[in-house]
């Protein structure tokens, strides 16, 4: 279907620093138009990485691992996962590292300013996959950006689940994301026993750390797990990928178990620009979000 690109000729609901958004009309509802988004609140996070809290005109109805196409006008896009757990109302959460021309320009915007946002894109987990089982959650660095959208919609109904264990790596203490709210999950594991948390850093860098010292492939030996019960999900740097995945067949869990969240460059979103194509594959569309034993055989799936 040809998308109606009717050019709006009012004013936009917000006027962004360099530019001005469509308003609220029917066309401003295609993906190809981004939605006015009002900034709520920016909280840095770490030296390089902040949470961005918005206002869309509506709920964008997100499933966990999906991302957004997140706009400056005049200054460029680029994908941006959902942080937040699927939610009634319209409020998104983002987190940013400044890395490059935009990022560097959302860093610098102020609550009340405003930002577009096209989608949500992407196939993201399919919460279907993970009820009933023992779910595993190993996350490094950004890739807990996603993976908190998931982890916070197991959350919010644990008792559909069986144990949970999350393992998350970090360079640095400095480094970790969202440390108060992991702690929350793994206390409500207190006592059940069925959340547990294992937090490790590359090297402490002479800070303070309550975790401990290593790569996340290596708990995975000793973990209590069964793998007839058991679904994983990864999301990190692509290095991760190869060693995680050797560690989890290595303890009898079947490709088909293991999700896999593969990241490349994006433009459009929306399967037309090819940027994001895995050989027959439009990460865009069919991913980020992978089960294993989809993309295993591609050469240009995993390193
Ligand atoms: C599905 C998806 C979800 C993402 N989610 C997040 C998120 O939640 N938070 C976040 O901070 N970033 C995320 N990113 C990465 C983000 O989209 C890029 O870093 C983006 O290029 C930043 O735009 P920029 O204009 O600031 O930087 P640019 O000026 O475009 O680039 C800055 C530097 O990053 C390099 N670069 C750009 N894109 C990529 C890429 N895909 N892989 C490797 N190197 C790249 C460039 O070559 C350059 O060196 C995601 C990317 C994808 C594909
Ligand atoms: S980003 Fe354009 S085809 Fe996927």
């Known amino acids: 279907m040809i998308p109606n690109f009717t050019t709006p000729d009012v004013a936009a609901p917000g006027v962004a620093a360099s530019g001005v ?8 509802r295609e993906l190809y138009l981004p939605q006015a988004a009002r900034l709520l609140e920016v909280e840095a996070l770490t030296a390089r990485e902040s949470r961005f809290k918005v206002e869309l005109p509506r709920p964008l109805g997100h499933r966990p691992g999906q991302f957004v196409m997140l706009s400056a006008p005049g200054i460029g896009e680029a994908p941006i996962s959902i942080s937040c757990g699927p939610r009634d109302d319209a409020i998104l959460e983002m987190v940013i590292r400044r890395v490059g021309t935009l990022t560097r320009f959302l860093h610098e915007l102020e609550p009340g300013q405003w930002v577009g946002v096209r989608g949500p894109f992407g196939s993201g987990f399919d919460l279907g996959d993970f009820y009933g089982r023992d779910l595993l959650f190993v996350v490094g660095g950004l890739g807990m950006v996603p993976m908190r959208s998931l982890i916070q919609a197991v959350m919010a109904t644990p008792d559909r689940f069986g144990k949970v264990t999350l393992i998350s790596g970090w360079r640095t203490p400095a480094d970790e994301l969202f440390r108060a709210e992991v702690q929350s999950w793994s206390r409500l594991g207190e006592g059940s026993g069925r959340v547990r948390v294992i937090r490790l850093v590359d090297d402490t860098a002479k800070l303070p750390w309550d975790g401990g ?36 067949v290595a303890r009898g869990l079947a490709p088909s178990r293991i999700f896999v969240d593969l990241e490349r460059r994006m433009r459009c979103g929306v399967g037309k620009c090819g940027h994001c194509q895995i050989n027959h594959l439009y990460c865009c569309q069919d991913g980020p979000v992978f089960r294993l034993d989809r993309v295993a055989h591609l050469p240009e799936a995993l390193p």
């Open 21 to 28: 958004f469509v308003p609220e009309t029917a066309c401003s």
């Open 213 to 248: 010292v290593g790569l996340v492939t290596e708990p995975i030996a000793d973990l209590d797990l069964d793998p007839e019960r058991t679904v994983a999900a990864l999301c990190g740097p692509p290095v991760m990928y190869k060693f995680v995945i050797l560690e989890l």
